[in-house]
């Protein structure tokens, strides 16, 4: 999913590996996905499925702290996912793709009108994957059943009810390679497989979602989403490690099975009122959402299983149940002061209780919690407009104080400064924005301790996170289409009263502050005109981690700035048929795409090297 998102990174660490895959953006972990507006919590170390996009027609990002629309979270950026939805016409696509390490792929997509007059109708898409990997023995299976029908029940009424089934299984997902115990990258060969033949990574998840719009009097339109996903999954895996005192190498052994449940609903209106002689704009509404999460732990939990040991014989000890509720009121208004110049205020009250059964068991809420957002727009002529904002969200913490109570909550405020273009009648879009984010009230321990539990905290930690977005896409002519992008992101300490020496220093090593990435794609012309070529480069600065060693030093483990460079050629073959094929990675380039912050674990893991797929397309 990470090349949907405009200058996010893919991340991951010993605690999830390569096949639990985190995102970040600004600085900051994304702990949210959005599915049709509503929000859903994306767990990437431990139950985050990646979605299967081809479910789904588009991604829209907006980055930043999204408080008004996400209620709870990090301030980096919301992302939703917006499903393919029935079309008005009859269509059928067949997606066929075989490409490098035995990849195969195929997809069906079908829509139709299920009645004469059109009122009715419905979508069906169908897609598997079966991969290998330029990892020795790595295997991957993904399916998906989609199906969505869409009724008109009246000419101000439209219902919308859909289903989805999403199957994802592998045999090597937690552990990354391991370094030297001097700090070093081992550069062992890219197919080394540190995993075993018995891991496994098999989940499941099952989606029910409804909406429902009505066109009410006056241009105002009421719009109710409702969502709710089962996923069920099991995880048996192990990864490399030294946690004895000698430091002898060994493996730590681990199996769960998972029960996830999420629940969400969203009610709004919107429309046009006047006020002052001028026509303004209101949306209010209403949201609930329920995380009901049961993890089911078995023994052995063993962090000295021997190297070469077979599986273990795990047995199920115990449960712990997670549930969190999320009631949430906005309101926002996007208020004409002049025809220039528009003022967009928002707010949001959210009510939110976490509730723990099982062992080291430990509840908070937060209630009555306010999310602001304030923005001011002036349009400086038919293409250009500057803006500037506020916004704000909070992150709840489990995390108690010397009177044995939760901390108050983390908030994130983002501050924003930008222009925006449009040009060419609208086909191309520009934006430029200068952005800080500071992240406040993180738990950090107290000097003293003398309070009820181990360990008591103050809300009273730091992070801020600052730099520049440069985003361009569209169109330069009907045949040539472009899209890139530039962030520059440092996130470093501002306040860490038990960490002193952490103030000024980069929060995040291996996160690189500097990324880029540019797309094109050209169709050419005359007695070439069925061809298209493109290509896409990806760049970005160094990362870096000091590595605690066994004998008190440590040593700077890094991978220095890279570029990957993609190419792709296509055909229409006729109006039915067309080809493509994609070339990634034409250069080769060898490097890690994480990298490890111990030595006592496995964490480098490299990206994938040159590697080509072959696409076909049949649509009638």
Not at 257 to 266: I, L, M, P, W
Request: aromatic share 12%.
């Amino acid at each position: 999913m990470a090349k949907s998102l405009p200058n996010g990174r893919e991340k991951f660490n010993y605690s999830n590996g390569p096949g639990r895959q985190s995102y970040t953006a600004r600085g900051f972990d994304i702990d949210n996905l959005m599915y049709d507006g509503i929000p859903s919590g994306y767990k990437g170390a431990s139950v985050g499925a990646q979605p299967n996009l081809a479910m789904f027609d588009r991604v829209e990002v907006v980055r930043g702290a999204t408080g008004l629309v996400t209620g709870a979270g990090n301030p980096s950026a919301a992302i939703n996912l917006i499903r393919k939805r029935p079309l008005d016409e009859q269509k059928v696509t067949l997606t066929g793709a075989a490409g490098s390490w035995d990849d195969y792929r195929g997809e069906l997509d079908a829509s139709s009108p299920l009645n004469d007059s059109g009122t009715w109708r419905g979508r069906v898409v169908t897609s598997y994957r079966d991969a290998n990997s330029f990892i020795d023995h790595a295997e991957e299976y993904h399916g998906l059943f989609y199906a969505v029908t869409e009724a008109d029940l009246s000419e101000d009424t439209t219902l919308t009810l859909g289903y989805s089934n999403q199957k994802d299984k592998t045999n090597y997902f937690w552990g990354a390679s391991m370094i030297g115990r001097d700090g070093h990258h081992l550069d062992l060969p890219r197919a080394y497989n540190p995993g075993t033949d018995w891991e496994n990574k098999d989940q499941e998840i099952n989606t029910v979602f409804a909406e429902l719009r009505q066109q009410l009097a006056n241009d105002w339109k009421l719009q109710i989403n409702a969502n709710y996903a089962e996923q069920n999954a099991l995880f048996s895996g192990s990864y490399q490690s030294r946690w004895a005192a000698d430091k002898t190498l060994a493996r730590t052994v681990y199996q769960a099975a998972y029960d996830e449940n999420q629940a969400g609903v969203d009610a709004f209106a919107s429309g046009p009122f006047q006020a002052f002689g001028r026509t303004h704009e209101l949306v209010v509404g209403a949201s609930r959402r329920i995380y009901d999460m049961t993890t089911h732990d078995y023994s052995p939990y063993d962090s000295y299983w021997p190297l070469t040991a077979g599986k273990p014989d795990f047995l199920h000890t115990t449960d712990t149940r997670e549930i969190t509720t999320q009631d949430g009121f906005y309101l926002t208004t996007r208020l004409s002061l002049a025809d220039p110049l528009k003022l967009i205020l928002g707010g949001r009250l959210d009510w939110y209780d976490y509730d723990a059964h099982g062992s080291n068991a430990s509840d908070y809420k937060v209630t009555r919690n306010l999310t602001r957002y304030a923005g001011l727009i002036y349009e400086l002529d038919d293409q250009h407009s500057v803006y500037v904002s506020y916004s704000d969200i909070f992150t709840p913490q489990s995390a108690k104080d010397t009177a044995g109570t939760p901390v108050k909550p983390i908030v994130g405020k983002n501050y924003e400064v930008g222009i925006k273009g449009e040009y060419l009648g609208g086909a191309l879009n520009a934006s430029v924005a200068l952005f800080r984010v500071d992240q406040q009230n993180r738990a950090t321990k107290v000097t003293v301790q003398t309070c009820p539990q181990t360990e008591c905290y103050e809300a009273s930690g730091e992070i801020r996170s600052q730099g520049i977005d440069f985003e361009l896409q569209g169109a330069l002519t009907d045949n040539w289409q472009v899209g890139g992008g530039y962030t520059y992101a440092r996130t470093h300490t501002i306040k860490d009263d038990a960490n002193p020496q952490k103030v000024n220093q980069q929060f995040d090593t291996d996160t690189p502050e500097h990324l880029f990435k540019l797309t094109t794609r050209y169709n050419l012309q005359g007695p070439l005109e069925k061809f298209r070529v493109g290509g896409n480069i990806s760049w970005q600065s160094r990362m870096y981690n000091d590595i605690a060693l066994a004998n008190g030093s440590s040593y700077r483990l890094q991978q220095g700035a890279y570029a990957v460079t993609d190419l792709m050629a296509g055909y229409k073959v006729n109006e039915h048929v067309d080809l493509q094929l994609n070339a990634n990675n034409i250069f080769d380039r060898r490097y890690y795409s994480t990298i490890a912050n111990s030595a006592d674990y496995g964490g480098d893991a490299y990206g994938n090297p040159r590697n080509m797929m072959l696409t076909a397309k049949y649509t009638f």
